[in-house]
Nanobody
Framework: VQLQASGGGLVQAGGSLRLSCAASGRSFNRYYLCWFRQAPGKEREFVAAISGDGIMTYYTNSVKGRFTISRDNAKTTVYLQMNKLKPEDTAVYYC??????????????????WGQGTLVTVSS
């Protein structure tokens, strides 16, 4: 599967953005889809994940209640709705995918497919 992320930009603290990640390839609904982010000088970190059927979701603690991951299998797209953004959310956001029905965890090395990243900048 090939992934292409979009939707990043500059937003003020407290604002919202919605990221999209369009996928090409077969059997999109058989992939776990995730969002990661990487701030300057920091390691890539897990943000959120969603199962192939969209039922199961996982979030890192720092975004719970503010971010929502969703997917539209008919459009082969995964979304990340980000509300109440904070300056510490500033990072390049990447979508990633892993084939299978089980959540494999938050380590980036466990995901086989990656998009190119989209920059989110939150000003204070």
């Amino acid at each position: 599967v090939q992934l292409q992320a979009s939707g990043g930009g500059l937003v003020q603290a407290g604002g919202s953005l919605r990221l999209s990640c369009a996928a090409s390839g077969r059997s999109f609904n058989r992939y776990y889809l995730c969002w990661f982010r990487q701030a300057p000088g920091k390691e890539r970190e897990f943000v959120a994940a969603i199962s192939g059927d969209g039922i199961m979701t996982y979030y890192t603690n720092s975004v719970k209640g503010r971010f929502t991951i969703s997917r539209d299998n008919a459009k082969t797209t995964v979304y990340l709705q980000m509300n109440k953004l904070k300056p510490e959310d500033t990072a390049v956001y990447y979508c990633a995918a892993n084939y299978g029905s089980d959540y494999v965890g938050p380590r980036p090395s466990l995901y086989d497919y990656w998009g190119q990243g989209t920059l989110v900048t939150v000003s204070s």
